[in-house]
């Protein structure tokens, strides 16, 4: 029987490069913009232009719904985010960016494209492609997609 090696796991080594790419982008926008990680992250959800309920949000992004409903309401109350009624549920809201959310992320958004380009040019060509193939068919694996349609 082969021995366990936690620093081999794969969910471990997925799990811990994604915790260290998080933080590293935080620090490209925690203090200019004064939000965190979980904020982030609604405010990229929401900025594709359509309305999420927070379920939808903690679907899509993994993270905690407490975590979630924390940074909804600091984005709320600094008026980046707005809840409007479900108009087909009168009990369910949905969320969007207000015109100072969408301002916001335009500022933000050539900062976490850079970051991103800057971290993908470590990687030769064919490494990039290939993480790429490789993340998709995880993601087609465990049928993400799938279950972010669902959530919505």
């Given at each position: 029987?082969?021995?366990?090696?936690?620093?081999?796991?794969?969910?471990?080594?997925?799990?811990?490069?994604?915790?260290?790419?998080?933080?590293?982008?935080?620090?490209l926008?925690?203090?200019?913009?004064?939000?965190?990680?979980?904020?982030?992250?609604?405010?990229?959800?929401?900025?594709?232009?359509?309305?999420?309920?927070?379920?939808?949000?903690?679907?899509?992004?993994?993270?905690?719904?407490?975590?979630?409903?924390?940074?909804?309401?600091?984005?709320?109350?600094?008026?980046?985010?707005?809840?409007?009624?479900?108009?087909?549920?009168?009990?369910?809201?949905?969320?969007?960016?207000?015109?100072?959310?969408?301002?916001?992320?335009?500022?933000l958004?050539?900062?976490?494209?850079?970051?991103?380009?800057?971290?993908?040019?470590?990687?030769?060509?064919?490494?990039?492609?290939?993480?790429?193939?490789?993340i998709?068919?995880?993601?087609?694996?465990?049928?993400?997609?799938?279950?972010?349609?669902?959530?919505?």
């Amino acid at each position: 029987m082969a021995d366990f090696a936690l620093t081999c796991f794969l969910p471990f080594r997925l799990n811990r490069l994604a915790a260290e790419i998080s933080e590293q982008l935080a620090t490209l926008y925690a203090e200019r913009f004064d939000i965190d990680i979980p904020q982030w992250r609604v405010l990229a959800t929401l900025s594709a232009g359509e309305t999420w309920t927070a379920k939808a949000i903690v679907a899509s992004t993994r993270t905690h719904k407490s975590t979630i409903s924390r940074a909804v309401e600091a984005l709320s109350r600094r008026g980046l985010i707005e809840s409007i009624r479900a108009p087909d549920d009168k009990r369910a809201f949905h969320l969007r960016l207000t015109a100072a959310g969408r301002k916001l992320f335009r500022q933000l958004e050539p900062l976490v494209l850079d970051y991103e380009r800057d971290l993908l040019a470590r990687l030769s060509e064919s490494e990039g492609r290939a993480l790429a193939r490789g993340i998709g068919a995880l993601e087609k694996a465990l049928k993400l997609e799938e279950r972010r349609d669902e959530a919505l």
